[in-house]
DNA sequence: TGTGTCAATATGTATAGACATAAGAGAAAG
DNA sequence: CTTTCTCTTATGTCTATACATATTGACACA
């Protein structure tokens, strides 16, 4: 499980136009530690004389660091560079379907149960305050090979998705329908770790008290909630991975 | 534990500039699924007439939509709508000591041991293939009142940062000791759930058994790895959030 | 039919200039 | 000494123009 034998180290390209070569050169300075937060970068003036070159192109390239988070820009006082910033990571949210695939094992997939309801107080929990009326609530199963890979919690607004209870979802996951279906604005995601209980427990096929990664996902479409999901990964098989990019 | 309370709605606001609602305009028809993936945005010459304004005003919206991937752009043909990217989220990595703050309680921290040593071969699999000769290694534990929090593993490539072997780290967890001190330029996190053991349950007073969530981070400074770190959260108190941001 | 050439076209990058805006510095007024 | 005003300055945005570059379609040629 602990697949350490993929990593490796980033490497570096070369700029192609000027302005990316003026933000190149800058991030340099401050990614190397040369340039330490609040470190006044030279005016824009300055900058258009050591690269002789318009002040719009050294602009671009300050814009783009400032709107990366990497510097921040005041009016008269010059740009600065930020303080090491809340380091974010990346977390690229693939399709069930991919992980499997990714493994090398065959993906297959089942819906345990169905079922279209009213919303109920302990729903609002989940899908927030502004918690749909009519809602459907599925259990699906996702499989590697013969191994129970995922058990996926979901629900789906019926206000925002009235097209979804004509699906049977038999053959297919809620996610790529939703995914090629309905456009979302916004998604947050938790992630933490639990032990396994039934319902979970017995649908994974797992012991009671078996770790699980779950993932928490509610989705938005324009402020109005679209669907919440909660992925529970048996044991250690599974790990997310996120990668901090600069810009 | 499961403290959902939280969940709201994000908001729109309000372009300022031109090209910010020439941005703001596009992207609404993109997340709004108006211009599906595939679908031909009007040229800049069009958008320049519609806009009444020129070029490059036109440009620095699409040109931002394009490196923030929402869209294609190709020489000749226009720009386009790009596939349903894989949805990104971006994770906020924070101190723990904020974390703990967050949740209102009183932080501490202990070092437990502390050692120099050369590396071994296991150490290449955390730290990758250019593993460096000399290391710090270390177990600390991070405490929100009396209950134990996290329990860290550390590792600290002494080739990179030749400091740190006079640092006692008594009092100051690594973390923000590094962050200060060494600049970094990338980072990656792998998470996933484990069942503790010792020393793991041990150093965290808890079961043998006990779920955790385990965030491993390794951290390069210009293709030299500089540090891997594992965080173990035990039970369900602690989660990571990690939120989809356009742009 | 296949291929090479060429012009048309949309984007990529850059320029010089313009006005707006905010924020700091210093002067003037209370 | 404090408040208020003006002036200066660096950034924020926008324009009109220019040339480079990649790609496509059309046309001529073997």
Redesign the pocket.
Known sequence: MNDSSIIDAPEAEEP?????RILNDIRGQIVSGAWPPGYR?P???ELTVQY??????V??A??QL?NSGLIE???????FVRAPRGQAAVLEITDIRNEVDALGLPYSYTLSSRQERRSRLADAQLLGPQCPKKLLEMTCLHYAGQLAFCLEQRLISLDAVPDAVDESFQDLAPGPWLIRRVPWSTAEHRIRSEAAKPPVSTGLNVADGTPCLIVERRTWSADEPVTFARFNYPGELHSLVARFKPD
């Open positions: 192609t136009s000027l302005y990316q970068i005016f824009e003036h002789d070159c318009s002040r719009m192109t602009n671009k300050l814009s400032a820009r005041r009016r008269r006082s010059g740009s």
